[in-house]
């Protein structure tokens, strides 16, 4: 085991890829350990990369890109303006609402992040926001599309811990709004103090007329994540069935309903979801090797056994493993920590009789706060690369947000029917 580490650790410190890293790693530990035969290194990535399951991914990365480019991330921003206007530090509000919209078209919140950085950190700069606070509220903030439906680290957990994708996106749900009142809330404590974009005193109040007929543009968008939930809970098609709905969706909503798709930006889309999905399906094939050789040397039951040696509470054990999950976060990709955590800390909850559905969305939170905190989160470097803001300066602006994101986690974990409101009722009760 320790031989196994010893390279993972090694690999990341030099600053290889994580698909690289893994699987590199596991063929280590292969060649080192004489009893086991090495053509399970083929087998494993083989049979990785041939689940039927795990077809849903590219399939709502795809559709994700066809919304960003037909005209339905337009409208939702057209949205979030109205809904902000009369709001302390506007535009920074904009971002929080955008990404909780966002969250049922994009899925990633790298990709959430960034978008939303394009857009609005030109005219935050104009309107004298520091390059520290507009990453720090365009990144952190994409955090909500981390269990808003159709997620993908909630897709990649519900496939390994074999949990129900409609519970948790179901349960997503009303976290992803709690996030964003707790990230709105600390965007006007902020902006006040540091005096940003205090609204205009001649800026009308919101009418119900204007509301109505901006909800007539975006409904479709808003219906998307309904739809899958209501879909996947009457059977009309699987989780990994609804990823090809989703495309399809996508595709009729851009062409026929927005008249925005052509085929010029249908081109583009599938050129970035076949790189995102390369990446990543990349990512899930080497984890075969290296998973096996995580049972293999028995890490589940050496972790278990440390942990339930601190306490058997339920509610500080998953204070322990979020904890543990967020440290881990900060250098590993969110997508390789739901492929080889999923398996060690899932029966490790069910033990002590917590629902995993509830630890499924907690772990996509603080799994996703990893790639916006450094040192090598991916949301952290892109949007700080999009305005040329240094890192420290990030970091510094960050804190009120990431204080916010915890004081919300705790409550959910302590109140786990906040999470299982909506999937009991949807689905009942387990």
């Not at 690289?20 to 083989?46: D, N, S």
């Not at 926001?129 to 990649?156: E, F």
């Not at 948790?168 to 940003?196: N, Q």
């Not at 040397?297 to 904890?323: A, C, E, K, Y």
Request: hydrophobic share 55%; charged share 10%; proline share 6%.
């Amino acid at each position: 085991m320790s031989f196994l580490l010893f390279c993972f650790v090694s690999f990341i410190i030099l600053g290889m890829p994580i698909a690289f890293v893994i699987g590199i790693a596991g063929l280590a530990y292969f060649l080192a350990t004489p009893v086991l035969p090495p053509e399970i290194v083929v087998q494993q990535i083989v049979s990785q990369s041939q689940s039927f399951a795990f077809l849903a991914v590219p399939f709502f990365i795809f559709a994700g890109n066809l919304m960003n480019v037909s005209g339905i991330t337009s409208h939702l921003l057209d949205l979030a303006r109205l809904l902000t206007r009369r709001m302390y530090g506007g535009t920074a509000q904009i971002s929080v609402v955008m990404s909780t919209l966002m969250g049922g078209v994009s899925g990633s919140a790298t990709a959430d992040a960034a978008m939303e950085t394009r857009i609005l950190g030109p005219e935050m700069m104009r309107l004298g926001y520091k390059k520290g606070y507009i990453c720090a509220v365009n990144c952190i903030t994409a955090l909500i599309t981390a269990t808003i439906p159709p997620s993908l680290g909630l897709i990649i957990f519900g496939f390994v811990g074999e949990v129900s994708i409609g519970r948790l996106f179901a349960a997503g749900i009303i976290p992803g709004v709690l996030m964003m009142f707790f990230l709105m809330a600390t965007t006007t404590i902020t902006s006040r103090y540091y005096r940003y974009d205090p609204p205009k005193k001649n800026m009308p109040k919101l009418t119900l007329k204007e509301l109505l007929g901006n909800l007539k543009d975006s409904i479709w968008a808003l219906l998307f994540p309904v739809i899958l939930i209501v879909g996947i809970r009457f059977g009309f098609f699987t989780a990994s069935e609804s990823g090809a709905f989703a495309v399809v969706y996508a595709i009729i909503i851009g062409r026929f309903v927005y008249k925005e798709l052509n085929w010029a930006n249908f081109k583009e889309a599938l050129i970035t979801s076949l790189k995102d999905t390369g990446a990543i399906m990349l990512i899930i094939a080497m984890s075969g090797p290296f998973s096996y050789a995580i049972t293999w040397v028995q890490l589940p039951t050496v972790m278990s056994q440390f942990i339930f040696g601190i306490t058997d509470n339920p509610q500080v054990l998953t204070l322990i493993m979020l904890g543990f999950l967020f440290i881990t976060g900060m250098f590993v990709d969110s997508n390789v920590n739901f492929l080889l955590l999923t398996p060690i800390f899932l029966p490790m909850v069910t033990s002590v009789g917590m629902d995993p559905v509830h630890f499924g969305v907690l772990m996509a939170t603080i799994v996703t706060l990893g790639v916006m905190t450094p040192p090598v989160g991916s949301a952290l470097y892109t949007v700080c690369g999009i305005i040329g803001c240094p890192p420290e300066e990030y970091t510094r602006y960050s804190l009120p947000f990431l204080l916010a994101v915890l004081v919300e986690l705790s409550i959910l974990v302590f109140l786990p029917d906040i999470v299982l409101f909506i999937p009991n009722i949807i689905f009942g009760k387990m």
